[in-house]
């Protein structure tokens, strides 16, 4: 496979939505039902990349990546944690985990 | 206000990025060359898509044999949710030029529009987004660049746990949005579960975008309208 020609049409698929706001916004209007599709999207999107892909970080011991996904919800939970912090200590986790196993 | 003035406030404002994109990028920049990237191409489709999460998916599925239209269509299917974001953006901007829409468009990203979204009218204008976009654009790009430069000089022990960082990246996006709905935790884990059982039939990229369509259609109808914790997003008014 081409990956700098997977770039571009990746690039352009990604600029569509992206630019067309600006110049529809005025002129398309979407009914409730559209609306509350496209806003369920990033959930479902999110859920389908979260799960089960997360399992198949280490495909040979698939515990580590629900031990991840795990530690990843519990900070979640908390407010205070910023996203940065939750990812880094994810990370630093399983660092942890690898060098005991 | 100056427009200098509101661009610097933007780069204010969007320096924690930094922090989430840093070790995201190099997660895709290890994983990318893991999947056969060279430095240029892992650079180049951090520099033209910008957008990460796209691209993790992206180097995932190839390292899977998937081809290249259901990368395309997972990508786009992916970023969809950009029309939303960008909608509420430029409403949020008011009037902007055909120069100005072509120049933001590609800096819409989910960071950008929870930073907008949290920020005072006033302070919102075009030099803003300027500001934030040089900041994520940057990091994301050297981010990358530096993931691609050191990724063979990564232990194999940080390499395997890096793995983690997209998925605990989603994880602390999706969770503080749907914790205080019982409606949407049921279609969050309907869609994962969904998505498991369609893997086990057809590609896993084809799964992808399947469950996240499905998954979606049927919250239209589960999910009650005052769940929809997006609805400030909402273009039609």
Redesign the interface.
Known sequence: MNFLLLSVFMMLVTFIPRILPGFLLDKVRLGPRATKFLNLIPYTAMASLIFPGVLSVDVERIWIGALGAIIAIVLSLFKKIPTAVVVIASVLALVGIYAII | MKKSTAYLNGVRVAL?VI??YL??AIAFAVMASEAG??R??II??ST????G???I??V?M?ATGAS?LS???A??????????M??Y???RLGK?STIE??T???G?T?EAFAIIGTTEDEKCSVPYLFGIITVTYGSWVVGTALGAFVSMLIPA??S??????L?????????????RSAH?IT???F???L??VL?LIIP?SW??IA???I???V??FF?P?ED?A??E????K
């Not at chain 2, 395997?160 to 960082?165: P, R, V």
């Not at chain 2, 997003?233 to 039609?236: G, R």
């Open positions: 924690p922090l989430g070790p995201v990237f060279s240029l191409e180049a489709m033209l898509v910008f957008a999460a796209s691209q998916m992206a995932g190839i290249m990368v395309v269509v990508t786009f299917v992916l970023n969809l949710r950009h029309f939303i960008g909608s953006i430029m409403k902007t829409k072509l933001t468009a590609n819409i989910d022990s940080l395997d746990a890096l793995g983690i960082a998925y605990a990246l989603f994880i602390s996006l999706l969770v503080p949005k749907i914790k949407l279609l969050v884990i869609t994962a579960l998505n498991a893997g896993s799964a992808i469950s996240c369509l998954g979606a259609l919250g239209v999910v309208d929809d997006s609805k997003t909402e273009v039609a």
